[in-house]
Each structure stands twice: as structure tokens, then as C-alpha cells.
């Protein structure tokens, strides 16, 4: 399960997306919040009423067989027949179809517009995610990593740039399709901190089984703190301890004085700009501007790389950047192994950078 | 006789089963995987470091270091500082984590 979240040094706590998958209960059956719930409760209630039914029908089943003359007689009446094949079934699934209409109508809420906003749009093969206020306008770009408010629902405004994908983080509600040329509101809520793995749940070519994410939700406060750009560090410290996870204390994050032998007088932002990375990707504050890969404005505080598939840390970061087609094949961005080593190792420390 | 000219296995150096478990589990966790293939493991093979499929636990580590448990470990934790010059960046692991990667890595010469 996922280590303790730390905002303080989020590159030395780094855990996938697939550590969320792994572990009992699955998260299809552990629900964070309200609308995951009422799907795991219904799952639940239907999966005893076909364990009971079956239970039922094997036991008829040994008394047609081999039960006594007396018994197989009434089995076989036109009696049961009435009463099991057609008072009960009619009887249990209306009951059934009520009351999972009614557990699920929550799943459709109106939506009152004071909830807080966050717009996911679907690239093949990475999630780009944008904060919006309440006038709608973008307060935080942001890729692959989804930030949530602890207990108050959030609406998710879910987009696709490409082909159809669809959001799926199983803790937290049900699939909802991402569809170019729509939007589709999808109301999502934690009820406890923590961090939960989600992914892409309709086959979208190519790498489509490493496009995932990872949703952390804060405390309202420490989630406003975020939101609003506090320096990671910055503030009082965070730290919750997630059951059954080691505190990653004892890991130790490579600083730059590590990277300084490699680096040298090497400048990371030239490098980045000279190397066509700008073409496709934003750094808020610099020249890069480009919008067809992940915005790599706040890499430095997230967790993962490249669609939840990887622990974000100066190793992973240098050969996501070397050689990005041997561990995600297929993916939008090219392996860059016409860079030495050295200058691979000055753009991992500058995009490092926490901005 | 096929193992004639390695010496047998247990005797190049002490295996902790423990060790070489968790070793197997920190390669994964820390993303060493983005830049070796390591056995056992399918995915992520990254081709930007050495595969170590065949690692052998012989000769200098990295070409240089004189081959002891204590320098690969060094050198798993933070290439830079142990061997100048090397590409590889160091990586999240404490000492004792590193220990375990570099018994796991021994373990694999051993098989
Ligand atoms: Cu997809």
C-alpha cells in the first residue's frame, strides 16, 4: 500500500498507481467515499441474492436427483412451479430494482455549481488536469496526479483531446466515458485522506494499459495550501500515516550536490529549450509553452511519472528522458539518446526544480 | 560439470534469502527498472543502463571499484559520489536498503 503522504518530500515517498492495485481488499471493493459506496454495497447485494438463489436451485437440484419418491413429487407440482418460478423472482427483483434505484439515486445528484471544480482531459497516453475557480478559470495546471478535498464532493469536468478514454478510480465512483467533443460531469468524493490509483478504462491504442494516475486527497486545508501554490515544504508539516504503510524516513532524496559531479556548468533550461522539449511541453514561467505532452510545471512535487507508471525520482526522471519508448512503448514522446548522459542528468536537476 | 570454472554457488559469497527478497522488491519500488532489465521482473525493461539479466557479481564494479559487497552497495545508493564520472544518478535508497539491492544483485549472479 501507498507510504505516508509527506507534501515535504514528496520525491523521496514515490509509490504507482499499481501499488494501489495490489493488497486486500481490492479497491473495487473498498470505497473512500459516498458514491463508491453505494456501487460496493449494491455489488455486495446482488452478489448474495445470486449465491442465495443458487444455493436454492442446487438444492432442488439433489432433490430431483436423489431425494425421496415424497419429496420429488411436490418439486416437481405445479404449485412450485407457481410459486418459485414466478411469485418469487417477480417478488425479489422488483424489491432489488427499488432499492438499488434508490441507493444509487445519489449517484446522480443535481449538481449545485458551488462545488469545487477540476477539468480531466484524456491524451493518449496521460491525464492533463486543470483546477478551475468559480468563474472557471484555470488556477492550476497540472498532469496525471488529481488533488482532492477530504468529505465534500468535487465535480469532475472530463474531456477527451483524442479518442475515447474513460476515468475510472474505483475507490472513489464508477467508469465515466471521456468522449471528444463533450463534456461529461462526473461527481466524485473522499471521505478519508489517502491516495488512490486510477486509470484509463476503455482500450485507447497503444500503450493504453500504462495510462494511469494517481487521485490524493487531502484535509480541506492542506488541500487549499496546495491549490494554492505554497512551496512543497513550505507550512506546517503533513504527514498522515496510511494503515499498514513504513514510514519512508529512512529513504534518503537525492540532492544536487549528488547530481553536481554529472552536471557540472551544464545549464538544464537551455538544454531543455535547445532539445525541441519546449515544443511540447509548459513550464509556467519559462519559454516553454507547448501543450501536447503533460504540463511540467509542478513535476517536482508529483509523485509519479508519465501516467502513474513510475516512482517520480532522479533515476526514473533520467531514463523517462533517455529512453521514454523502452518503458511506456508506443508513447508520444520521443528516447532521447542523442544527449550525453551529463545533459540528460542538467534538465532531471532543472526540471526538478519545485516553481 | 558445467559449473567448473565458477566457483559453486552459496560458497561466492553469503547469500541472505531475506536480503535478496527485499533487494527484489527495492529495484521495482525505486525505479531502477526504468534503465536495467533485471530477471524476474517483465516490465519495465528500460534499455538506458546495462541489462543486469546476466549480471555476474565479477570483475571491477562498474569497471572501477574493487568488487566488494560495501561498494556495490555505495554505488547502487549514489553512482556519482562513489564512481566519478558515472552516468548512472543516485537513486532513493537508504544504506540498508542498498545493502539488500546489492545482495539481491549478487543473488542473481549466484542462480
Ligand atoms: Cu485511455
Known amino acids: ?355 | 560439470m558445467t559449473t567448473a570454472c565458477k566457483q559453486p554457488p552459496q560458497t561466492r559469497h553469503d547469500l541472505d534469502e531475506a536480503a535478496i527478497e527485499r533487494g527484489s522488491r527495492l529495484v521495482a519500488e525505486a525505479g531502477c527498472t526504468a534503465c536495467h532489465a533485471f530477471p524476474g521482473i517483465g516490465w519495465p525493461r528500460g534499455l538506458a543502463g546495462p541489462s543486469l539479466l546476466t549480471f555476474d557479481g565479477r570483475g571491477p564494479i562498474a569497471g572501477t571499484l574493487p568488487n566488494t559487497p560495501a561498494n556495490l552497495a555505495a554505488f547502487v545508493r549514489n553512482a556519482p559520489a562513489t564512481k566519478p564520472g558515472s552516468p548512472m544518478p543516485a537513486m532513493p535508497l537508504s544504506r540498508s536498503e542498498a545493502r539488500d539491492v546489492a545482495a539481491y544483485l549478487y543473488g542473481i549472479a549466484d542462480d
Open chain 1, 1 to 355: 500500500m501507498w507510504p505516508p503522504i509527506s507534501m515535504e518530500s514528496p520525491m523521496t515517498d514515490a509509490s504507482t498507481v499499481f501499488d494501489a492495485w495490489w493488497g486486500w481488499p481490492p479497491p473495487v471493493l473498498d470505497p473512500a467515499g459516498p458514491y463508491a459506496e453505494s456501487v460496493t454495497v449494491l455489488a455486495w447485494a446482488l452478489f448474495a441474492m445470486g449465491a442465495i438463489v443458487t444455493a436454492i436451485v442446487a438444492a432442488a437440484l439433489f432433490v430431483a436427483v436423489a431425494g425421496p419418491p415424497r419429496w420429488k413429487a411436490r418439486l416437481g407440482g405445479e404449485h412450485t412451479v407457481w410459486i418459485m418460478g414466478i411469485a418469487f423472482p417477480a417478488v425479489v427483483l422488483t424489491g432489488l430494482l427499488v432499492w438499488g434505484l434508490s441507493l444509487t439515486a445519489s449517484l446522480t445528484d443535481p449538481i449545485t455549481g458551488r462545488e469545487p471544480r477540476i477539468r480531466v482531459t484524456a491524451h493518449m497516453w496521460w491525464w492533463d488536469i486543470e483546477y478551475l475557480d468559480a468563474a472557471g478559470r484555470v488556477v492550476r495546471r497540472d498532469a496525471n496526479e488529481l488533488h482532492l478535498p477530504v468529505g465534500q464532493p468535487v465535480v469532475l469536468e472530463l474531456k477527451s483531446a483524442d479518442v475515447i478514454h474513460s476515468f475510472w478510480v474505483p475507490n472513489l465512483s464508477g467508469k465515466e466515458d471521456m468522449i471528444p467533443g463533450r463534456t461529461n460531469l462526473l461527481k466524485v468524493q473522499a471521505d478519508r485522506p489517502g491516495r488512490f490509483g486510477g486509470i484509463c478504462a476503455e482500450y485507447c491504442g497503444g500503450p493504453h494499459a500504462l495510462m494511469g494516475f494517481v487521485a490524493v486527497a487531502h484535509p480541506v486545508a492542506e488541500f487549499e495550501r496546495w491549490l494554492s501554490g505554497t512551496k512543497v515544504g513550505a507550512g506546517p508539516a503533513v504527514a498522515q500515516d496510511v494503515p499498514g504503510t513504513v514510514p519512508a524516513v529512512t529513504r534518503r532524496t537525492p540532492t544536487a550536490v549528488d547530481a553536481a559531479p554529472q552536471v557540472g556548468a551544464r545549464d538544464g533550461q537551455a538544454l531543455f529549450l535547445a532539445n525541441g522539449c519546449a515544443a511540447c511541453h509548459r513550464i509556467a514561467g519559462t519559454p516553454a509553452n507547448g501543450l501536447s505532452g503533460p504540463d511540467l510545471t509542478h513535476l517536482a512535487g508529483r509523485l509519479t511519472l508519465s501516467g502513474g507508471i513510475l516512482p517520480n525520482n532522479r533515476g526514473t526522471l533520467q531514463g523517462w528522458i533517455a529512453d521514454a519508448q523502452s518503458i511506456k512503448p508506443g508513447n508520444r514522446m520521443p528516447s532521447y539518446d542523442n544527449l550525453s548522459a551529463e545533459d540528460v542528468a542538467a534538465i532531471a536537476l532543472w526540471l526538478e526544480t519545485p516553481r
